[in-house]
């Protein structure tokens, strides 16, 4: 009869069920399934893969570009134009939507892939028990019940409950971000047991380090973990960046205004003034095409790009465009810690013998370093417990270091390749030592016994054995401490436990070596000569150290007023000591994730905002923390590198993922991506973000009182009933053509002085602060009076109406040459020989300004899309003039507003935070 597994609603701990329990609730047996068992689960359970999300394809993508309350004004203007016959100005204004909705198509980038990303993570096949024989078998036809065997190099294909285990170690990165493997064992754990205690448990998509081992699947596909993982990622939403937000703000009120004014003079022109509904019509339009910034998307998008290809030089690769910006106001940063502010490399820096504690310097596996005493360095051999120890370390090992073009790095186990790494600093050869001591035997390490022993013998014949493992385990092990020239001394066990203790409390993992003479003759090792009689030499401290580059990282983002929060799946005691060296704000507190359980949203709230360590935390953990300092209206940069960080990494304001040991679930779910996993990267990308604002919003500057003149002179025609000193497309023409030129000179900005000292903007900051409000009402003002000045003043010389909104087109154009020196020094003057000169940016915009003006002025196609006229030179000499008129007037602005500013108990104006965060 087939046995059934027992359905629990509520889903059993399995890790902290007996073996027999989790035979009974999942209907299967150490000799594992039967092939019709386990097809006819198949049917019920459905192939262990994840649910596949069908992306968004390119039609669908580019129709998302058109999602603009600007882009719907210009394409109903577009609508009625082509009605009344206009296909001139039809064809421009369709042309430019074209041309924005084509470059955001282009920039978007590829669609989000985390779901099918984490399917590549599962094993393609399994080696399981079936009808009671071992049996290879696709990964996607097991089901729960199954009896998995792994061995070293395997891939996890499912979730196991552990039967079996011998030596087993998995790397669990990928889901609890912890370096270094974790010892597996087949006991229950307790109940409230984190994941990266779950020592029972081996979890689809995690990698057999060492050992073998075998386990009964207790769940597939979207049952497991990574499944529940991909569950997350679906219900998570995406958040807005605040650049968008702003936009879509701006986009909303820019066009309520635009369809009031529109409404008001097409009611003015029509009812009151009495002039044809076609002829106010056209006017209307010209009026819209005037006010909406037509060039701004296109601005956006390449200032964007710019700063995308500054970051890349930087190591850290945009995946998508609003996020670089988003940067420039983030206020909490949430790290990972293993390989991002350390460097995922295990290195010994603390040595403790009977008689003396060193300390060791030199990161990594790099050979390299010096052992201090009394932060002295000492030479090699002068100190005998202490070779003692280090030739310990080096037998009692497998591990092999291997010098790459990359730098050192391990063969093995972590930690091992440390020990290697001390003995070399100790004065040992890797290959001299462990040819003088021929391994013989060895016992490998085992989670239930918590230790490691190897049998050596040198050319004499005398046999050694080696032992290390666990500080407690070795001790109780143990009878004596060293030998001196008065014979064997009695282990004092008070002191090894106290300075265990004192190792541990710095966050270090401890490890304890202990050597025995063997009989002569011994050939093998049996745990009854090992677990007793042991001699030990010293124990050692371990650990994965921050990066110097990431400390002053971490500086420079509290300079900045940005807060840095680690979040990490190790041990609190550990994440502590990290947070203390890095010089993180609070490092007297840890949360770690059974205590986020048990915390409300508000406690939650409090608690992430005052507390900057995490530990032990799972990914609900993880997107709670994001979810709540979110609550807290703090813009928040997340960063990770595993499939557990998928979700908060996709919740966050900035996803930050880890290039190089990142997996592709935590790249796709994130909008920034690592090259060179260093946190140092990312207050570079931070100063990045907060210059791209800055040149946004001085293009904004720069663009809108152009729109505004525009308008401004239209309105004024229209309500004094005279005749339009501009056409709609000639308006397009400055719009499109010289300013978007112009304006993208801006874009190659460098980073104002003090760009990192001073605090984040706020994310509910308007675009339109009061001083660029002001400033685009002055400036308008006087483009306004240039265009129409320029325009009577041409009518008065005689020249035909063609002729004078020529002049008034160019006008327009001098004009905005000499506006973009002054918007680039908002607060400081442009009357300079820095300001004169320029940027190799600047000279280039202007001479293609100036050449495609040219060519619009003289050249006779032009005469047919713009009805333009070729000007004589004193006419041009008169345009030209207009320039510097208004540049002594807007420093002339300056100089007032800096005055008042600094008058004291002037309200009404901006401080100098408010100009810096605000306008440049």
């Not at 201090?372 to 092999?400: F, K, R, V, Y």
């Not at 904004?700 to 309105?715: C, D, K, T």
């Not at 300056?894 to 600094?902: D, G």
Request: net charge negative.
């Amino acid at each position: 009869m087939t046995r059934r597994p027992v359905k629990d609603p509520s889903g059993p701990k399995w890790f902290a069920l007996g073996e027999d329990e989790v035979f009974r609730n999942v209907g299967s047996g150490l000799d594992g399934l039967s092939s019709k068992d386990a097809a006819d689960r198949l049917n019920s359970t459905g192939p262990n893969r994840l649910p596949e999300v069908q992306p968004d394809g390119p039609l669908r993508r580019f129709l998302r570009q058109f999602r603009n309350l600007l882009i719907y004004v210009l394409l109903a203007a577009a609508a009625v134009t082509a009605a009344l016959g206009h296909l001139v100005d039809t064809g421009v204004i369709l042309a430019v939507v074209l041309v924005n909705s084509v470059i955001g198509f282009v920039q978007e980038g590829r669609a989000e892939q985390a779901l099918s990303a984490i399917r590549d993570m599962l094993a393609p096949e399994a080696e399981v028990l079936r009808n009671g024989r071992r049996a290879t078998v696709p990964a996607e036809e097991l089901v729960p019940g199954d009896i998995v065997l792994l061995d070293a190099g395997d891939k996890v294909p499912a979730d196991l409950r552990l039967v079996a285990a011998r030596g087993l170690r998995i790397q669990e990165a990928v889901l609890t971000g912890e370096s270094v493997p974790v010892d597996k064992a087949t006991d229950p754990v307790a109940s409230d047991a984190p994941i990266g205690d779950r020592r029972s448990m081996a979890y689809s998509g995690t990698l057999v380090a060492a050992g073998t081992g075998r386990g009964v699947i207790v769940a597939t596909g979207a049952e497991t973990e990574i499944g529940r993982i991909s569950g997350l990622l679906t219900s998570v939403e995406t958040t807005t960046t605040p650049l968008l937000l702003q936009m879509e703000v701006f986009a909303r009120r820019i066009t309520g205004v635009i369809l009031v004014l529109a409404a008001m003079i097409l009611a003015f022109g029509y009812g009151v003034a009495g002039m044809g509904f076609g002829e106010v019509f056209v006017a209307v339009v010209g009026l819209s095409v005037a006010a909406i910034p037509e060039g701004l998307p296109a601005i956006l998008t390449v200032t964007l790009a710019i700063g995308v290809q500054a970051m890349a030089r930087r190591n850290a690769i945009v995946r998508r465009l609003p996020a670089i910006e988003a940067l420039g106001s983030v206020s909490v940063i949430c790290t990972d810690k293993t390989g991002t502010l350390t460097r995922n490399e295990m290195t010994v820096t603390r040595v403790a013998t009977a008689r003396q504690s060193f300390s060791v310097t030199g990161t990594g596996y790099t050979p390299d370093g010096f052992i201090m005493l009394d932060s002295q360095e000492i030479e090699p051999g002068t100190h005998p417990l202490l070779s003692d120890l280090a030739l310990g370390a080096m037998l009692c090992n497998d591990a092999e270091l291997k010098q790459t073009e990359a730098g050192w790095t391990v063969q093995g186990d972590p930690m091992e390749g440390a020990l290697v790494a001390f003995a070399c600093k100790a004065g040992l050869m890797t290959g001299d030592t462990r040819s003088a001591n021929p391994q013989t035997d060895a016992i490998p390490f085992d989670a239930q016994h918590r230790f490691m022993a190897t049998l050596h013998h040198d050319h004499n014949g005398q046999a050694t054995m080696h032992v290390k493992g666990a500080p407690e385990r070795i001790l109780a092990m143990c009878t004596c401490q060293h030998e001196d020239e008065n014979g064997a001394t009695p282990l004092d066990t008070e002191y090894w436990r106290r300075t265990a203790s004192e190792i541990a409390a710095e966050g270090q993992r401890v490890l304890a070596i202990a050597t025995k003479r063997a009989p002569e003759g011994a050939q093998t090792l049996s745990f009854s000569e090992v677990e007793s009689g042991l001699t030990i030499l010293g124990l050692v401290g371990l650990i994965d150290p921050p990066r110097e580059e990431a400390i002053a990282a971490v500086a420079e983002c509290q300079a900045a007023s940005i807060r840095v929060k680690m979040i990490t799946g190790d041990h609190g005691g550990t994440a502590l000591a990290i947070a203390r060296q890095l010089g993180l704000e609070n490092t007297e507190e840890v949360l770690e994730g059974s205590q986020i359980d048990g915390l409300s949203a508000t406690e939650l709230q409090e608690s992430a905002a005052r507390i900057d360590v995490f530990a032990r935390t799972s990914p609900e953990h993880k997107l709670r923390l994001v979810e709540a300092l979110q609550a807290d209206g703090l813009v928040v940069a997340m960063t990770g590198d595993g499939v557990n960080d998928a979700p908060s990494l996709k919740r966050a304001d900035i996803g930050i993922a880890m290039g190089k040991t990142g997996t592709e679930a935590a790249k796709e779910a994130a909008e920034i991506v690592l090259a060179d996993d260093n946190f140092a990267t990312i207050a570079a990308a931070v100063r990045a973000g907060r210059t791209v604002y800055d040149n946004l919003q001085k293009a904004v500057v720069f663009l809108l009182p152009v729109n505004g003149g525009e308008a401004m002179a239209l309105i004024a025609a229209l309500l004094l009933g005279l005749t339009l000193p501009i056409t709609p497309v000639q308006i397009l023409w400055v719009n499109m053509v010289s300013s978007v030129v112009l304006a993208m000179a801006l874009a190659f900005e460098g980073p104002e002085p003090g760009i990192m000292q001073r605090p984040p903007r706020s994310s509910a900051e308007s675009l339109l602060s009061r001083f660029v409000i002001w400033r685009v009402a002055f400036v308008s003002v006087l483009l306004c009076s240039g265009i129409f000045g320029m325009f009577i003043w041409a009518q008065q010389q005689g020249a035909r109406i063609e002729e004078a909104r020529t002049i008034a087109v160019n006008t327009l154009v001098v004009m905005e040459i000499f506006y973009l020196f002054s918007v680039r020094f908002l607060n400081t003057t442009s009357l300079s020989l820095k300001a004169a000169l320029g940027t190799r940016p600047v000279l280039i915009a202007i001479t293609a300004v100036t050449a495609l003006q040219f060519l619009f002025t003289y050249a006779p196609f032009m005469e047919a899309f713009f009805d333009t006229r070729p000007l004589t030179i004193s006419q041009g000499l008169a345009v030209v003039a207009v320039g510097p008129a208004l540049l002594v007037i807007l420093e002339i602005e300056k100089r007032a507003l800096r005055y008042r500013t600094k008058r004291p108990g002037t309200a009404g104006q901006p401080s100098k935070t408010e100009n810096k965060s605000e306008t440049l």
